[in-house]
């Protein structure tokens, strides 16, 4: 089983309101990501959670605030977005360590209005 | 610095028409790993296949095959006989053996279209 899953599939809010993305995996997976991405672009990477602790940050503004729960959960936390922060946001999974490829969930569709 | 690079912005093939998707990266290390993936209209992105560089030997997977030649740095990904499923946006990748975290660059993507 090679799932990744993602809660909601769609998402729209307002710049003065907090929302929150859900990512699941139980493939055993220890590390986990989140990617942005604009429409005819390729993905941009955002966060990378291995074994439960945050590793890389890629400068993302502090509206974004992600969270490792366990090894099966990550969540994205969303408050006072802009409207350029619309965008398709897609998590992964991997196995322990940088050689495994990733496996990645169906994405969020977010809208900032 | 590191780079992937697909030239192909779209495609446009008819069914059942072989099309080869071009990918030329670039990288001083002589360890990496390179990555197909397809992302349909649906939004997933879907893994394909995975190289390491010290594997140069060719792969065939069903109507799908790659190409991997370090000397020209490319990583070329042919479909054979396509079908209209086969439309999609189809990204190359790039990971570095010692990168933190296992940052995958992505090429810009080629989208390929199959009309029947």
């Known amino acids: 089983d090679t799932e990744v899953t993602q809660t909601p599939k769609h998402l729209v809010m307002g710049m003065t309101n907090k929302k929150s993305l859900k990512c699941e995996q139980h493939?055993?997976?220890?590390?986990m990501y989140w990617y942005k991405q604009k429409a005819k672009k390729p993905p941009e990477l955002m966060f990378v959670?291995?074994?439960?602790?945050?590793?890389i940050n890629e400068s993302v503004p502090s509206r974004f605030s992600p969270e490792c729960p366990n090894s099966s959960l990550l969540n994205l936390h969303l408050h006072a977005l802009q409207p350029e922060d619309s965008a398709l946001y897609l998590c992964?999974?991997?196995?322990?360590?940088?050689?495994?490829?990733?496996?990645f969930g169906p994405g969020t569709r977010l809208t900032v209005t | 610095a590191q780079k992937v690079t697909q030239a192909q912005t779209e495609i446009s093939v008819v069914e059942k028409e072989d099309v080869t998707l071009d990918c030329v990266y670039e990288?001083?290390?002589?360890?990496?790993?390179l990555f197909w993936y397809k992302q349909p209209p649906s939004g997933e992105l879907v893994f394909l296949i995975r190289?390491?560089?010290?594997?140069?030997q060719n792969e065939i997977s069903g109507r799908y095959s790659w190409n991997f030649q370090k000397s020209t740095s490319s990583f070329n990904f042919t479909i054979t006989a396509s079908q209209v499923v086969d439309s999609a946006v189809y990204f190359c990748?790039?990971?570095?053996?010692?990168?933190?975290?296992?940052?995958?660059?992505f090429g810009q993507g080629t989208e390929l279209s199959v009309k029947p």
């Open positions: 493939m055993g997976h220890r590390a």
């Open positions: 190289r390491n560089s010290f594997d140069e």
């Open positions: 990288t001083r290390d002589t360890t990496y790993y």
């Open positions: 992964a999974s991997s196995q322990g360590g940088t050689t495994y490829e990733q496996y």
């Open positions: 990748a790039l990971r570095l053996i010692y990168n933190q975290g296992g940052k995958l660059i």
């Open positions: 959670y291995s074994y439960e602790k945050l590793s």
